[in-house]
């Protein structure tokens, strides 16, 4: 009798945390526009959110000598797009260096909850996900000091260029 009941609550407890993540991991690329999806097309890119039921988002990418950073929010479908010249940038370090050591971290579990979710992601040129922080602030592994300080200035940078102009201007400036 234990038996049927643990493996009944295995399965109920697995299919339950899929669809957890599966909300709060929408396919986000499929819902650009037509104008984000020229700007990513064949780019590497970031790929910024924070929120609840609705949410702010911002997005880098990368040109020659310039980053385009587009944002918006889910609530009334706003976007805007910005041309960012940025000298040593974090963002430099998120589109090109991130990807060589990422792969060397493991998240640390949170014990504090938040009502709101938080995600970085960073895209290839074939939209296919190279890394994911999902509600991580701290990660171990090889030179995570490091990684964490510089992963941790990339995601406020993110966040500051998500929120709306009017509360930007209270934020202290990451530029």
């Known amino acids: 009798m234990k038996f049927p009941l643990i493996f009944f609550l295995l399965i109920f407890s697995v299919t339950g945390s ?41 997005l880098a990418v990368s040109e020659k000598s310039h ?41 640390v579990a949170s014990s504090s909850y938040s009502p709101f979710y938080e995600r970085l992601a960073l895209f290839s040129s074939q939209k296919e996900i190279i890394f994911d922080c999902t509600n991580t602030n701290t990660y171990s592994g090889t030179d995570s000091i490091t990684f964490n300080k510089k992963l941790n200035k990339l995601k406020y940078l993110m966040y500051w260029f998500a929120t709306p102009i009017d509360i930007q201007k209270k934020l202290p400036s990451p530029l």
């Open 18 to 58: 899929s669809s957890l993540l599966n909300n709060q991991r929408p396919d986000i690329i499929s819902n650009f526009g037509d104008s984000i999806t020229d700007i990513i097309e064949g780019k590497e890119f970031l790929y910024y959110t924070k929120g609840h039921h609705g949410h702010i988002w911002s």
């Open 67 to 107: 980053f385009i950073i587009v944002s918006g929010n889910t609530r009334n479908n706003d976007c805007h797009i910005d041309t960012i010249s940025i000298k040593e940038s974090v963002l430099t370090w998120g589109l090109d260096t991130m990807v060589l050591s990422c792969h060397k971290m493991q998240p």
